[in-house]
């Protein structure tokens, strides 16, 4: 297993753990390569990639995990080191072993979460672009949470859509008529730093049985197109949502704004896999428009 990890990223690694003892590689992964490494001096996480196409995805990746080890509301891993070499990149970070989930997982969850947004900054956005999965997502900073939402979240993947061919231009027209109406139908708040792809896939449990976060796509949002997030794929427990509804409460009509929310991440998915996210997408604009 270790003759698969390639020269350039093994050079990477041995300078960190020592000469390598053993690769166990990583199950669900459908983006990076990755496992556990072992070595002389210890063992680590790793993950790498094409550093040609996907250009600076693991130091974004480093600082997102940073900022959200900053508060320290949750368990998340540490990062050793990072590789931005002339044919791979890589990542390498401490691992979270994995525990029993105690009795109050989903209420401790809520807690961390409703820590996290309540990290706030004045303006929406971050000090640098990322990526959402496999695609770029841009961070530029706004005043307007409605202007952040329609030019740095619904725009791009719009334009990636069409562009491919997975959208026509009828259906970015509709998307002209939602653009209008989100002043209204949008709830203000402050920005809030948000894990930004937290679904159960991105979601672990560590040593303690706590609970512990990965994979983040960070930005300062608005807090609600998180918990419309993790609704999205099969959702959390409902004593997550009911405890943080008592710790951060949302304003009314929260519901109904998620399904707005969440036209975000299917644009994503229908750019990644199209098929029946397109229809998902199609169903809810005609909802509001």
Wanted: negative net charge.
């Amino acid at each position: 297993m270790i003759n698969s990890i390639p020269e350039e990223v093994r050079a990477f690694c041995e300078e960190h753990v020592g000469v390598l003892q053993s690769f166990t590689p990583a199950s669900g992964g459908c983006i990076n390569n990755g496992g556990r490494i072992n070595g002389k001096k210890g063992e680590l996480f790793l993950k790498w990639n094409s550093a040609r196409r996907f250009p600076d995805m693991f130091t974004t990746e480093a600082k997102g995990l940073s900022e959200l080890r900053k508060p320290n509301c949750i368990t998340v891993p540490r990062v050793t080191d990072v590789l931005e070499g002339e044919v791979y990149s890589a990542i390498l970070m401490e691992i979270i072993s994995s525990g029993r989930r105690v009795a109050k997982y989903w209420e401790n969850l809520a807690e961390s979460i409703a820590c996290l947004h309540k990290v706030t900054q004045e303006q929406f956005g971050l000090d640098h672009n990322n990526y959402i999965g496999s695609l770029p997502q841009n961070n530029s900073l706004q005043q307007s949470w409605v202007d952040f939402f329609i030019k740095n979240r619904l725009r791009p993947q719009l334009k990636m859509a069409l562009d491919s061919g997975k959208m026509s231009s009828s259906d970015i027209r509709s998307f002209d008529e939602l653009e209008l109406k989100l002043p209204e139908l949008l709830a203000g708040g402050a920005p809030s730093l948000i894990h930004g792809d937290l679904w159960s896939g991105n979601l672990m449990t560590d040593q303690y049985g706590a609970p512990a976060i990965v994979d983040p796509a960070v930005s300062f949002s608005h807090r609600e197109i998180e918990m419309a997030f993790t609704q999205l794929f099969g959702g959390f427990d409902n004593s997550f949502y009911e405890a943080y509804q008592e710790i951060f409460p949302m304003e009314a009509g929260y519901q109904e704004r998620f399904d707005i929310y969440n036209i975000y991440p299917l644009l994503v998915h229908v750019n990644l896999f199209g098929g029946g996210y397109y229809h998902q997408v199609m169903h809810l604009l005609k909802r509001f428009t």
